[in-house]
């Protein structure tokens, strides 16, 4: 959120963007990132870093401003991609104004995209962008990025519960985990069978201070499946750890740490492999006292 004198944490740019939808004239707001205005915490098990509050500064949320949205028709999308959607999906976008105004007003109600944001802002950004690239062609791997977007937003919606207990986002939050896991794993499966690439993605964070790759796609598609995945179907659910426990093995099997495999990654793919065999092996004990009981 901007403020003013030596104490302000972001600023808006003199260079105006034109948005290509309709053609809205805005400035984007941007982050200040130095005399100390973020520490860095802990990395937490779903990649994301925390920053601890500055004593000048306060809290600040690097994750409000990464989304480009245009204050008028909420087309939103990554700095990178915001200019450079195609012609052949501005239809598709042009005509969903009024769908994307009021998923926002439901949820977070009125918002001003003009002015400094918060975190209703910012997790408003990730619910627009997530919807905005269903308009955008496989060369823009938007299945990958609507998996960032949705754990950034469910990220959100926590910090919004943090701040509003008695608002429900928490409820709103469980259900972008379960849209994460959803777009995290169709985008494994899109790469593999060579429909949409993940590795053509400059930053696949999840966070933005480090670049997880592809490994971090890997650990956060069988992350999602152990702790929001789908669980109405038990031979379903059961296949799915299956496979999230194959994928978290390979991924500290693989080696030593290096600069291309951080111990992060490593250390926390370990501990999500036995989190993931605990689960199963209680299953099946589960199954078998079943079985007991019916003979």
């Known amino acids: 959120m901007a403020e003013g004198g030596t104490n302000r944490v972001t600023f808006f740019s003199k260079k105006e963007?034109?948005?290509?939808?309709?053609?809205?004239?805005?400035?984007?707001?941007?982050?200040?990132?130095?005399?100390?205005?973020?520490?860095?915490?802990?990395l937490n098990n779903e990649l994301r870093r925390m920053y601890e509050p500055s004593v000048k500064y306060g809290k600040i949320s690097p994750l409000l401003y990464p989304i480009t949205v245009c204050p008028g028709c909420y087309y939103a999308a990554l700095a990178s991609d915001f200019q450079n959607v195609p012609e052949a999906s501005l239809p598709e976008l042009e005509n969903g104004v009024e769908e994307r105004v009021q998923a926002v007003q439901k949820v977070l109600g009125e918002l001003d995209f003009h002015e400094p944001r918060n975190?209703?802002?910012?997790?408003?950004?990730?619910?627009?962008?997530?919807?905005?690239?269903?308009?955008?062609?496989?060369?823009?791997?938007p299945v990958v990025k609507q998996g960032i977007c949705s754990l950034r937003a469910a990220w959100m919606f926590n910090d919004l519960h943090t701040e509003s207990p008695m608002d429900n986002y928490d409820y709103i939050a469980k259900l972008f985990y379960r849209k994460a896991a959803f777009f995290y794993d169709l985008a494994l499966e899109y790469e593999t069978a060579g429909k949409q690439s993940i590795t053509d993605v400059a930053h696949l964070g999840p966070?933005?201070?480090?670049?997880?790759?592809?490994?971090?796609?890997?650990?956060?598609?069988?992350?999602?499946?152990?702790?929001?995945?789908?669980?109405?179907?038990?031979?379903?659910?059961?296949?799915?750890l299956s496979q999230a426990k194959t994928t978290a093995a390979k991924l500290f099997g693989m080696g030593k740490a290096s600069k291309q495999k951080p111990s992060a990654i490593l250390d926390?793919?370990?501990?999500?492999?036995?989190?993931?065999?605990?689960?199963?092996?209680d299953e099946e004990a589960d199954s078998g006292e079943a079985e007991d009981d019916e003979t």
Do not use: W
């Open 119 to 141: 975190t209703a802002e910012g997790a408003a950004s990730y619910l627009l962008a997530l919807m905005s690239y269903d308009a955008f062609p496989k060369e823009f791997s």
């Open 268 to 281: 926390k793919a370990r501990d999500l492999y036995a989190l993931i065999s605990e689960e199963l092996s």
């Open 207 to 240: 966070d933005l201070d480090q670049n997880y790759g592809y490994d971090g796609v890997l650990y956060l598609s069988s992350y999602l499946t152990l702790h929001h995945g789908a669980r109405e179907d038990e031979e379903y659910r059961n296949k799915s």
């Open 17 to 42: 963007t034109v948005c290509p939808v309709d053609g809205s004239r805005f400035f984007r707001e941007e982050i200040l990132t130095g005399r100390g205005r973020l520490i860095a915490g802990n």
